[in-house]
């Protein structure tokens, strides 16, 4: 039997040994009532999703979990709660190996070690009739023993970095403890405390990148991230203001 991982005070457990998908799951019960900081943890998933309906690789051994929030506050601000989990993803994984290095945040839902994909992070959300989220479920993937070899970005797990082992429990412990304080300090005190802690080691800021949207691909340099967490890209024809899209080196 497993050992339940020590959650942070109101944090509620709910694992399954096997589920199609932990965000589909955190959804059906955050529809029946779930209340926040409901954890919904699997040893593995069936149905896996990342961004954009892609295929997340999900053997045994790495951390798939969903946590259930409901934030009263419009839709833009509760999606800077994915740099809060991507903030919280870092400092699980700083807190278990210290000397990791190379760890980066890449805009705008992954981390990465060595410039290669250790995990990545799914929000999904459900509106209410005042236009903001009955529920945000907050879906991550932490590769810790293994990572996908065919994946259109680089992976890479803490086992390949040579960091031996870590369990998933553990991992999870690690992450709600470090999400319960940067999700705190989002709510006390905005996003300006998030925005820099994750620019601090934002990958690739500065550098000429190649963003990756639904009709076009744009090149130019990172230049920030506003208020918002909306990207900044500097190009000949000026500063792109990009909610959304897929970044990769500019040599990619």
């Keep these: 039997m497993i050992p339940p991982p020590e959650l942070p ?29 409901t954890c919904i943890w699997a040893c593995e998933q069936t149905a896996g999703r990342g961004r954009r309906g892609r295929v997340w690789s999900s053997p045994p051994g790495n951390l798939y979990a969903s946590l259930i929030l409901r934030p009263d506050c419009p839709p833009s601000r509760a999606a800077q709660l994915g740099f809060v989990a991507a903030l919280a993803i870092g400092g699980g994984l700083g807190a278990v190996h210290p000397g990791l290095r190379a760890l980066a945040y890449k805009w705008p839902n992954d981390v990465l070690v060595n410039t290669r994909k250790i995990a990545g992070i799914l929000l999904e959300a459900e509106t209410n009739a005042l236009a903001r989220p009955a529920f945000l479920v907050v879906g991550v993937g932490v590769n810790l023993t293994s990572s996908p070899k065919q994946a259109e970005y680089p992976a890479t797990s803490l086992a390949e970095e040579g960091r031996g082992k870590l369990s998933p429990a553990r991992m999870l412990a690690e992450f ?38 639904e009709r076009e691909t744009l090149y130019g340099r990172f230049l920030d991230i506003d208020e918002e967490g909306t990207l900044l890209l500097e190009c000949a024809g000026g500063c792109h203001h990009i909610s959304a899209g897929e970044v990769f080196p500019a040599n990619f």
């Design 9 to 37: 005070a109101g944090y509620r457990l709910v694992h399954y040994t096997s589920v199609g998908s932990t965000n589909d799951e955190a959804k059906r019960l955050a529809r029946a009532g779930a209340p926040a900081q």
């Design 176 to 213: 709600c403890r470090c999400f319960a304080g940067w999700e705190r300090c989002w709510r006390e005190e905005g996003f300006a405390a998030v925005r820099k802690a994750w620019l601090a080691n934002a990958a690739s800021h500065g550098e000429l990148i190649r963003v990756r949207l």
